[in-house]
Each structure stands twice: as C-alpha cells, then as structure tokens.
C-alpha cells in the first residue's frame, strides 16, 4: 500500500508532544521515513475524536514483518521511558515512528537499519483500553 493511502491520524496531545519532541521546524523537513516527515503530513484530531485500534504513544501494538512472518509485540513510549525487557521502545526508534498514526489493518513500509522492511498491524490496543482491561 502507498503511504498516500494511508494517512497519519494523530491526536492533539500526541501531536503536541512528538512536535516538541523533535524540536524541528515540521514545513522544512520533506525527508520521507522520518518522524519529523510523518508529523508533517498528519491529520490531527481532538484527543476524544482519535478512531479506535490507531497507533499512539503508550499504544500495545503487535505487528507482522511480512517478510518472516514474524509477529513482534511492543510498546510505544517516549525516550525516558523506553525498556527494551518490557519491550517498550521510544517513540524515536524506527519502528515506533513507522506505526505512529497508523490502525490496526494498515500495511507500512519503512527503513530501518537492515533495510527497507514491510509490517502488517495486527492488533493496536490504546492506553485507554489498556487502563480498561487492568
């Protein structure tokens, strides 16, 4: 699937924090797989608008490397508290910035350090819910 077909949908509060997080001017960054890029081109919507099953930060998301077939499990999380044993990754990695604003369903395409690889979302399930289910 194209990137086009995909749009990055990010919440309010999760927009406010990546755009500080990266510190950049988001109008001159037009490098593709980048955080900074992703931000870019986001729809944002209010906090309580954000669809079901969307990648945020705190998000539990399970993906497949369609490649492997392989199914990895992680957390997204903000640099301080990314935990590679709790398999929280920060929001700064290559993977996290790939699933960021994505929904369960979507196939990305991103390049990370060993290459150009394709994930499939399996399954997203929000901080809210996470709370819920606790």
């Not at 508290?81 to 604003?101: C, E, F, N, V, W």
């Not at 990370?112 to 809210?128: A, D, H, Q």
Request: proline share 6%; net charge positive.
């Amino acid at each position: 699937m194209s990137k086009e077909k995909n749009p990055v949908l990010l919440c309010e509060e999760d927009f406010r924090l990546l755009k500080q997080l990266v510190g950049i001017s988001l109008v001159n960054d037009n490098e593709e797989m980048t955080l900074a890029y992703e931000l870019s081109r986001a729809i944002v919507v209010k906090d309580n608008a954000l669809p079901p099953h969307t990648v945020r930060l705190n998000s539990k998301v399970r993906v497949q490397d369609q490649a492997s077939k392989k199914n990895i499990d992680l957390t997204i999380v903000m640099p301080p508290h990314a935990d590679i044993k709790q398999r929280k990754i920060s929001i700064l990695t290559p993977m996290a910035a790939a699933l960021i604003g994505f929904r369960k369903g979507d196939e990305i395409e991103w390049k990370m350090p060993s290459g150009l690889k394709k994930y499939k979302i399996l399954e997203v399930t929000s901080p809210v819910q996470a709370e819920q289910e606790a």
